[in-house]
């Protein structure tokens, strides 16, 4: 039943904007050396960057601005993007040429998928959902990716002790992960209530800036896995 709900109920809509030159360029020059093709194999980690170090998956990193910085101050741990929109994929890997990162790597399907199909069990130290599309009508709430079925995907994923780092600006969104959150058995959070003071390691992005100003509330909850 949860295979089927998180095949057939998607948590995106796929709206392709416009690449820019740029974009068009990395994705074509950048992405044959940074970017991972749609295959049925498990991803191999060790292989994948050479190296054996703490690997986190980002699931929608936006415009990549935030996961490049995090990327560059880390340069001892590896990151995996997922992005299905285009121009992100394209701005991200112009951010990665642009500033020689190494550690990065992108894919470009449903990340439900992906985990489900391509990533390792327990081969995880930390998976990030931020701002994730929050499906404001009731009728879309469905649609919200953070549902029972998917955190138990993330806890098969991730190492023993491994942290499930969400982050919402929209609070009824923040208050159903709470929701979900503390009903698994398989996390325990991170701080004395659901939610955690936002780390340092979290970028603040642009658009997140913009909402603080206008007087918009952002909630962080980390998660660590039992």
């Known amino acids: 039943m949860a295979d089927k709900f998180m095949r057939t109920v998607r948590s995106f809509v796929l709206r392709q904007g416009r690449l820019t030159r740029g974009q068009e360029q990395a994705i074509a020059s950048v992405w044959p050396i940074y970017g991972i093709e749609r295959a049925e194999s498990v991803l191999d980690m060790e292989r994948l960057?050479?190296?054996?170090?703490?690997v986190t998956l980002e699931i929608g990193f936006g415009d990549g601005v935030s996961l490049a910085e995090m990327a560059k101050s880390a340069p001892e741990k590896d990151f995996i993007g997922i992005e299905v929109h285009r121009p992100g994929v394209g701005r991200l890997l112009h951010l990665i040429n642009e500033q020689g990162l190494t550690n990065v790597r992108v894919m470009d399907d449903d990340a439900v998928e992906i985990i489900k199909h391509r990533i390792p069990e327990q081969s995880l130290d930390c998976v990030q959902l931020f701002f994730p599309d929050p499906w404001h009508k009731k009728r879309h709430n469905k649609r919200r990716i953070?549902?029972?079925?998917?955190?138990s995907l993330i806890a098969s994923r991730l190492k023993a002790d491994g942290v499930f780092h969400l982050a919402t600006d929209w609070e009824p969104y923040a208050e159903h992960m709470a929701e979900v959150m503390e009903a698994s058995d398989e996390f325990v959070s991170l701080a004395s209530s659901p939610y955690s003071d936002k780390p340092e390691s979290r970028p603040t992005t642009k658009f997140e800036r913009r909402g603080l100003k206008l007087g918009h509330g952002v909630w962080d909850l980390l998660y660590r896995k039992k």
């Open 146 to 151: 953070v549902q029972p079925e998917f955190v």
């Open 49 to 54: 960057f050479n190296r054996s170090v703490p």
